[in-house]
Structures are given as structure tokens and as C-alpha cells.
């Protein structure tokens, strides 16, 4: 028993400094930005749904998350959902969603199904508004969150441009079609559709959740009625 505590706390010491080194959970940041989802804000989803199909479909598949699905969880018309969102006559609507590069290719673009379950939505969050110019990278930019991302800045153009400054922190130097504040909730948008895209059970979940508590506090009452009057009698 001593040799193991000894062992134990021979670990510990060597292995902390090492985690002192590591960078934390948001790369180079101390922490990720706040943020929390909203997957009952159907309008936020389909908003966040315009945003994937527009500028990250060409690359990363959702292949977990069928099409009928999506539909109805978002109220899409079918006429939308075939001719705009497919827009593909071999495609049924009983499909998966597998347009997209492959995630085992030369560009390796990983599928968003499970990856906000994966990384996490403030992670995912904070990676999407912290991209900035480096013209060391063969992608032309670099990532606060993830440094030497191979991710291009898809949207630079409705963020604007980001600079680094010499004490690490980001500057903003060219003006996007969104404001910062605009952006700021589009890629709320974005991270909230791909937060119910890695859980589409999570909206039926949280509801049912609800009314799931109100039955045991219903229950537990009436079990502590019942059981006060059973033992009433009993000294």
C-alpha cells in the first residue's frame, strides 16, 4: 500500500509540470469564450442550417443526421428541402447527409456530426471567431484555438480581417459584410445547428426532461402522503 502511494505521488510530481507546459483546452487562450446553445430556437437552427449548406458543406459531411430528420426537426417544406437543400434527384430524403469531402482524403475535412459533442460548443465557438492573417501558413491564416489549422478562413469575408498583435491578442483591420456583433451571433447560429446536428435526440430529450422532474415531484409527494398515513399509528 505505501509503495503504491509512493508511486502514485511520484507520478503526480513528475507528470504536473508537464501539464503546467500544455497548452489549455482553448490552445493559446486561458479560456473559451462563454457560449451555450439553444436547440428549441428553431429559428436560430435554420439559420445555422444556411450558414453550413452556404460555407461548409463543399467539405464536411453531417453523415450521422438523415435528411427527413432534419426536416422535420426544423419545420423545412419538402419542396425546400428536395429542390434546394438536396438538390440532387439520386438523393432520397430517407438518406444521410454525405455531400462533402470524404473525412479520410488528402484534405482530411472531418465530418461535423459528433464534433461539437467532441470539442465542445464553447470550443467550437471561440475556433470559429479567432482566425487571423499569417503568412507563414499555406492557407494564408492561423487559429488562436487551434494554431496550424488547416481550415481555411471560409468566413473572412463576413467576419473581416484579423491581424495578431505583438502581445497576442487579435485585431480586426478590415471590415466584413457582417459587423462584429452580426457575426457574432451568426456564429452562434452555426455552432447551434451543429450542436443539434451531433444530438438531434436533444430537443425531444430536454422537453420530455421537463415533465419527467414534474412526475417524480408529483410522485415523491404522494409516496410521502401515502407513507404518513400508513405510519401514523406506528410509535
Known amino acids: 500500500m505505501i509503495g503504491l502511494r509512493a508511486a502514485f505521488l511520484f507520478a503526480f510530481f513528475v507528470v504536473s509540470p508537464v501539464w503546467a507546459a500544455a497548452e489549455t483546452e482553448c490552445g493559446t487562450l486561458e479560456k473559451c469564450d462563454n457560449f451555450k446553445s439553444n436547440v428549441h430556437d428553431r429559428n436560430s437552427l435554420q439559420r445555422g442550417l444556411g450558414l453550413y449548406k452556404n460555407y ?40 444521410y447527409i454525405t455531400f462533402g469531402l470524404p473525412e479520410i482524403s488528402a484534405i482530411g475535412a472531418p465530418d461535423l456530426t459528433l464534433r461539437t459533442r467532441v470539442r465542445g460548443e464553447e470550443w467550437i465557438y471561440t475556433y470559429l471567431r479567432t482566425f487571423y492573417e499569417d503568412s507563414e501558413q ?9 494554431p496550424g489549422t488547416a481550415m481555411l478562413n471560409v468566413l473572412g469575408g463576413l467576419q473581416g480581417r484579423q491581424v495578431m498583435t505583438e502581445n497576442g491578442n487579435l485585431e480586426k ?63
Open 138 to 146: 499555406i492557407t494564408g491564416s492561423n487559429n488562436l484555438v487551434y
Open 56 to 95: 461548409c458543406s463543399s467539405c464536411h459531411t453531417l453523415r450521422y443526421l438523415r435528411w427527413n430528420r432534419l426536416q422535420r426537426d426544423l419545420d423545412i417544406p419538402e419542396n425546400i428541402l428536395v429542390e434546394d437543400l438536396i438538390n440532387n434527384p439520386q438523393v432520397k430524403t430517407s438518406d
Open 173 to 235: 483591420v478590415g471590415e466584413g459584410s457582417m459587423s462584429t456583433e452580426e457575426y457574432d451571433i451568426a456564429i452562434g447560429d452555426l455552432v447551434t445547428f451543429l450542436a443539434y446536428a451531433s444530438e438531434p435526440a436533444r430537443i425531444s430529450r430536454e422537453k420530455n426532461g421537463v415533465f419527467v422532474i414534474l412526475f417524480f415531484i408529483a410522485f415523491t409527494a404522494v409516496m410521502w402522503l401515502l407513507n404518513r398515513e400508513y405510519t401514523k399509528d406506528i410509535k
